[in-house]
Structures are given as structure tokens and as C-alpha cells.
Nanobody, 117 residues
Framework: QVQLVESGGGLVQAGGSLRLSCVAS????????MGWYRQAPGNQRELVAT???????NSLDSVKGRFSISRDGAKNTVDLQMNSLKPEDAAVYYC???????????WGQGTQVTVSS
């Protein structure tokens, strides 16, 4: 089992910045993908950004150039730096962990990001 705990959400004005952090604990499989998804009311959960244990990244087109993802393999953490936030970025952000191979997935409890216009 993998447990994920997020931190760093909150309220910010449009144009501002927030940094989300997630720490994974438990049985951390060496080959994995960590990242962030988000879900706004009435919308489906969508991928924001992911980063593999090998360093490969993937991100939503609408956040490219504004958000950046990073990880610390030794600490089992993944961070999402969000700059130039827009009201449409407001959502609950979920930390994500997937074991490569079995594709078993784990989710954090979510952290709210609110962006005021």
C-alpha cells in the first residue's frame, strides 16, 4: 500500500502562485509515476502533470509554461509549482501514484485550490 498526503492548497488571487507538495509513504515501488490530477465541480478529473521515476514528464496543455512538476526520489515527494494562476485552475488537486508494470494506482485525499478573480 502507498499513502499520499498533500499540502499547500489554499486561496490565491488570479496571477498569484501556489506550491503543492505530496509525500508518499508505505511500500514505494522503485519504478513509478507520481503527479497531480484535479477536479472542478461538474467536471471529470483531469491530469495536470506527472513525472516518472525516470524523470519523464507529461502535463496538461493549458498549464504548460505556468506549472512545473518536480520530485525527490530519496524523499518520495512530488511538488507542483503553480504560477500565473487563473480562475479556471480552481479545483481539488489530487496527488497520484502509479506503480509501473502493474499500473496499480493510489490517490491522496485532495487539497483545495481556489483562485479569485
Amino acid at each position: 500500500q502507498v499513502q499520499l498526503v498533500e499540502s499547500g492548497g489554499g486561496l490565491v488571487q488570479a496571477g498569484g502562485s501556489l506550491r503543492l507538495s505530496c509525500v508518499a509513504s508505505g511500500t514505494i515501488f522503485r519504478l513509478n509515476v507520481m503527479g497531480w490530477y484535479r477536479q472542478a465541480p461538474g467536471n471529470q478529473r483531469e491530469l495536470v502533470a506527472t513525472i516518472s521515476s525516470g524523470g519523464s514528464t507529461n502535463s496538461l496543455d493549458s498549464v504548460k509554461g505556468r506549472f512545473s512538476i518536480s520530485r525527490d526520489g530519496a524523499k518520495n515527494t512530488v511538488d507542483l509549482q503553480m504560477n500565473s494562476l487563473k480562475p479556471e485552475d480552481a479545483a481539488v488537486y489530487y496527488c497520484y501514484f502509479m506503480r509501473l508494470g502493474t499500473r496499480q494506482e493510489y490517490w491522496g485525499q485532495g487539497t483545495q485550490v481556489t483562485v479569485s478573480s
